[in-house]
């Protein structure tokens, strides 16, 4: 039987599975992470992105994007706007530092640019094996808790205080109840191993809402929301005019991070990985997600990336890029049901944020505990992600950390070049202010 990685273009058979596989596989893949349809124009909504208009660029591109995906690396990967970055997006670089959305779609279609570039020129390994494990698990459990405090505020468990900063909102609320409630469902289907476990816990509040008039449904199918109020009010000019470089150089960082760790385990989960431990078709891959970066900030959407919700169609035996060709379908059909996916409240996905933050919080596991020069970097990062509510200001304060540290311990040898570089620039932006 030829390698999987050598099977031709939507070749089954070659790759270990079959047609009928493939499909469920892409259907498998689809439920765990249609969420994002409703989650997303949520969050990009706080940020003033008009709700419809959000909802269509969600669905477009993360169709356009896993069809890319499909085509041009035959990965049974799918892709869609990246949790974490949007709430960055939203509430950090938005919200936060007072940056219009349209330069903040700007700054991500820099990103997504500046992706393609290094994938075209293979400067992303340099990157990515300059960065020590503990701080790229670090970033990844910190983006977790920023998405775990969003979650539990718009859940109404946290409320702001102005003596402890947070404190335990009022559980009198129907709207907190139902979202505690949907975040046992989303818990114990998750437990079951139902694979749309998320998805039907926030259908489940938002119905359970309808009673109390908290969830209003106009309809079920409907054309697709005008893209107008989005599409290509990018402000490219504007994010080099403010100066938001650090803004940039974050989506860039957790777009690369997220991707390599995205396609490591689940290439290696599918037998899809080379014995010598590289990825098959990685430059095709890489253009693909960093065109879904750049389609993304055209439609309206924060940064399109590969989700590692793919592992569910792959171990439900999805080998090539049909898998993907099959979830993207589905996405493109999900615009025409934006009247149920608009008329889900925040506190219906809000327990769906709280879940993923649980999930994400499971890379700290793998952070070498026995050794200070790494851990304590990482968790500098993982503390200082929600309680700054700034990714990029705890990637700096952690890399500055981790050059401190290994120079104190007498090991200097041991950062990268990318590490170095970081740090000095964030070193740099904290010294003027």
């Known amino acids: 039987m030829p390698h999987p990685a050598r099977a031709s273009l939507f070749d089954p058979r070659a790759a270990g599975s079959s047609l009928r596989t493939e499909i469920l596989a892409g259907l498998t893949t689809y439920l765990t992470m249609a969420y994002i349809v409703a989650v997303n124009p949520n969050i990009l909504a706080a940020a003033g992105i008009d709700h419809g208009a959000a909802f269509t660029a969600t669905c477009i591109a993360a ?46 279609f820099l990103s997504g640019l500046l992706f393609l570039a290094i994938s075209l020129f293979r400067i992303r390994e340099w990157i990515i094996n300059s960065i020590p494990l503990s701080l790229k698990l670090g970033i990844g459990a910190g983006i977790g808790l920023f998405l775990g405090l969003i979650g539990l ?56 809402g309808i009673p109390f008039g908290l969830t209003q449904f106009h ?18 000019a504007g994010a080099l005019r403010l100066g938001v470089g650090s803004v940039i150089f974050t989506f860039f960082l957790v ?29 095709e891959a890489l253009l693909a997600d960093s065109g879904g970066a750049i389609l993304g900030a055209v439609l309206g959407t924060s940064t399109t990336t590969s989700y590692i919700e ?14 993907a ?25 809000a327990p769906a944020l709280v879940f993923v933050a649980c999930l994400m919080a499971r890379a700290l596991r793998d952070i070498a505990w026995d050794d200070t020069t790494e851990y304590l970097p990482a968790v500098v990062i993982t503390l200082a992600t929600p309680f700054t509510f700034s990714i990029a200001t705890a990637i700096g304060l952690g890399f500055i950390v981790h050059c401190a540290v290994k120079l104190l311990a007498g090991r200097g040898r041991e950062i990268g070049g990318a590490v170095w570089l970081i740090a000095a620039a964030s070193a740099i932006r904290f010294a003027m202010g």
Request: glycine share 10%; aromatic share 6%.
């Open 310 to 323: 793919s592992a569910a169609g792959i171990e439900a035996g999805g080998r090539t890029g049909l898998t």
């Open 63 to 108: 169709a356009l994007a896993t069809l890319a995906m499909a085509l041009f690396a035959n990965y049974p990967l799918a892709l869609a706007p990246g949790m974490g970055l949007n709430a960055y997006f939203a509430y950090s670089v938005v919200l936060g530092m007072k940056i219009p959305w349209q330069v903040a779609l700007g700054a991500v």
């Open 153 to 208: 505020e718009d859940m109404g468990v946290v409320v702001r205080s102005p003596a402890t900063l947070v404190t335990l909102g009022h559980f009198d609320k129907p709207a907190t109840i139902l979202s505690c409630l949907g975040f046992l469902l989303i818990a114990g289907l998750a437990a079951r191993g139902v694979r749309a476990a998320i998805l039907i816990g926030i259908l489940a509040v938002a119905a359970l």
């Open 255 to 283: 777009d690369v991070l997220d991707n390599a760790g995205t396609l490591i385990a689940t290439t290696h989960r599918a037998g899809l990985m080379a014995k010598d431990g590289t990825v098959p078709r990685l430059r």
């Open 325 to 349: 060709l099959v979830v993207a379908v589905l996405f493109a059909l999900t615009l025409f049901f934006a009247p149920l996916a608009m008329a889900i409240p925040a506190f219906a996905t």
């Open 219 to 236: 309809g079920l199918v409907s054309a697709p929301p005008s893209l107008a109020p989005t599409f290509l009010k990018m402000d490219v």
